[in-house]
């Protein structure tokens, strides 16, 4: 399973931006997929998850600024930032909970992208 993620990049503070994720490769179901996200010198942390039922969960620090959505056709997360902070720089990372047609449950991640917020 491969996650591609796109978007993402320099936007200045109070701006908007938008990641969005695809997952390809031997996927019988999805169960979550969502954003991580790491700044200089800090832990990955929780940005939104959103599962196959819509149940969608997000950090305090994003809430009602950012919005997650899934297509579960193209097997793709969009998560939508606005009102954007400085705090909200990082490296974002794509995350999903896929299972094959023989396997469990397995965590996959992307490669990250890169999002700056400018003041």
């Known amino acids: 399973v491969q996650l591609q993620a796109s978007g993402g990049g320099l936007a200045q503070a109070g701006g908007s931006l938008r990641l969005s994720c695809a997952a390809s490769?031997?996927?019988?179901?999805?169960?979550?997929m969502g954003w991580y996200r790491q700044a200089p010198g800090k832990q990955r942390e929780l940005v939104a998850t959103?599962?196959?039922?819509?149940?969608?969960k997000f950090a305090d620090s994003v809430k009602g600024r950012f919005t997650i959505s899934r297509d579960y056709v193209q097997n793709t997360v969009t998560l939508q930032m606005n009102s954007l902070k400085s705090e909200d720089t990082a490296v974002y990372y794509c995350?999903?909970?896929?299972?094959?047609?023989?396997?469990?449950?397995?965590?996959?991640w992307g490669p990250g992208t890169q999002v700056t917020v400018s003041s």
């Open positions: 995350t999903a909970l896929v299972s094959g047609s023989y396997t469990d449950y397995t965590n996959y």
């Open positions: 490769g031997s996927i019988f179901s999805i169960r979550s």
């Open positions: 959103i599962t196959s039922g819509e149940s969608a």
